[in-house]
């Protein structure tokens, strides 16, 4: 913990070092995409064999991974990449930003005692471990319900062969 405290204040960038280098990285791969911009936020971004549409001033993708994990996906760096006086800062989620980082990791934290050193509480009961003894709940039942037009009859087959 203190180590990454320690690191988080040498940085100079804006965003984290893991976003930094994972734009770096797609950064290489953009000549695969071509975008069409059909507004100043939406586009079209092509791949091979797929089509992704991305919304910048409401951070999404149609690859969905921009909403889930809040670092721009390659589809809107691609994008983002095509615009004038664009920074990437303003397209990731604040909780890549270093200045955020180093707030996180602004205050102390203090050392925990060991178990043994716990203090001892009386909750007025005691807590006990689930009981996996119980029976499970009942199987379904493996003969189907008929709906009422199907035959139901049972007829026997009778084989030809002799
Ligand atoms: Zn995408």
């Given at each position: 913990m203190e180590a990454r405290r320690r690191m988080v204040v040498c940085w100079k960038e804006n965003l984290v070092l893991v976003v930094m280098k994972y734009v770096r990285d797609i950064s290489l791969k953009l000549?695969?995409?071509?975008?069409?911009?059909?507004?100043?936020?939406?586009?079209?971004?092509?791949?091979?064999?797929r089509r992704h549409e991305v919304i910048l001033n409401e951070q999404r993708c149609s690859c969905r991974l921009w909403q889930v994990?809040?670092?721009?996906?390659v589809h809107a760096i691609a994008f983002?990449?095509?615009?004038?006086?664009?920074?990437?800062?303003?397209?990731v989620s604040e909780y890549f930003i270093v200045a955020k980082y180093k707030t996180a990791y602004?205050?102390?934290?203090?050392?925990?005692?060991?178990?043994?050193?716990?203090?001892?509480?009386?909750?007025?009961y005691k807590?006990?471990?689930?009981?996996?003894?119980?029976?499970?709940?009942?199987?379904p039942k493996k003969e189907r319900i008929r709906?009422?037009?199907?035959?139901?009859?049972?007829?026997?087959?009778?084989?030809?062969r002799k």
């Open positions: 000549g695969d995409y071509t975008v069409y911009t059909t507004s100043d936020y939406k586009a079209e971004v092509i791949e091979t064999n994990s809040g670092i721009s996906c983002i990449g095509t615009m004038k006086d664009a920074n990437l800062k303003n397209y602004a205050l102390e934290i203090g050392s925990l005692p060991n178990k043994a050193q716990w203090i001892k509480v009386d909750i007025g807590v006990l471990p689930p009981n996996l003894s119980l029976r499970p709940p009942e199987k709906s009422t037009d199907e035959n139901t009859s049972k007829k026997m087959h009778k084989c030809l």
